[in-house]
């Protein structure tokens, strides 16, 4: 199985801030990645796909960048809404396999 | 629109058996690849299920082969998951997604709970 290491498991962060969250798998997973944003009793929502492409409706401050084992998403500048967490998944192979989350929270 | 909506979550006691329905509308699912992800308790994202749009490809977590498994019905055009011999670490919320690589549309989840 491709394991996603995520990190890191939980930022604070004020509004205003740029935040950066990092995924590494254990193998070259060439841009099949994607990075969901999950808020408490929701489902995850699609923020990123392929690496670094931008779901529609989604807010530009939001980028995903890297390719084989290194990723990462970055915020550019933190809004009230933004505080959830965050979660990568690679879909080079089967299973699929998320990163363990990032919570985002207040400073 | 396309929505999806789970149901059938429900308290069960280990080794009984459940089966979780999501219904889908806005699309017919023998278009499309479905899967299924739990989520346990406070934990993260587990992905445990998917079913090529025609049937012919499935691919189930190693920890519930032969416990689990997955369908889509077109007459009722939803997406089933039977689940058999039930364990207290099933125990979670069970999301039904579109897609096979990186899901886009998903449904609000509906709670297994394996206890005795």
């Known amino acids: 199985d491709v394991q996603m290491t995520q990190a890191p498991s939980s930022l604070s962060a004020s509004v205003g801030d740029r935040v950066t969250i990092t995924c590494r798998a254990s193998?070259?997973?060439?841009?099949?990645l994607g990075w969901y944003q999950q808020k408490p009793g929701k489902a995850p929502k699609r923020l990123i796909y392929?690496?670094?492409i931008l779901q529609g409706g989604v807010p530009s401050r939001f980028s995903g960048s890297g390719s084989g084992t290194e990723f990462s998403l970055t915020i550019s500048s933190l809004q009230p809404e933004d505080f959830a967490t965050y979660y990568c998944?690679?879909?080079?192979?089967?299973?699929?396999?998320f990163g363990q989350g990032t919570k985002v929270e207040i400073k | 629109e396309v929505q999806l909506a789970e149901s059938g979550g429900d308290l069960v006691q280990p080794g009984g058996s459940l089966r979780l329905s999501c219904a889908a509308s806005g699309f017919t699912v023998n278009t499309y690849w479905m899967t299924w992800v739990r989520q346990a308790p406070g934990k993260g994202l587990e992905w445990v299920a998917d079913?090529?749009?025609?049937?012919?490809?499935?691919n189930l977590l190693d920890s519930v082969k032969g416990r689990f498994s997955i369908f889509t019905d077109d007459a009722t055009n939803s997406l089933y998951l039977h689940m058999n011999s039930l364990r207290v670490e099933d125990t979670a919320v069970y999301f039904c997604?579109?897609?096979?690589?990186?899901?886009?549309?998903w449904g609000q989840g509906t709670l297994v709970t394996v206890s005795s």
């Open positions: 998944l690679q879909y080079n192979d089967w299973p699929r396999t």
């Open positions: 193998r070259g997973i060439t841009n099949d």
């Open positions: 079913i090529k749009f025609d049937g012919s490809e499935k």
């Open positions: 392929e690496a670094d």
């Open positions: 997604a579109r897609g096979y690589r990186c899901p886009e549309s």
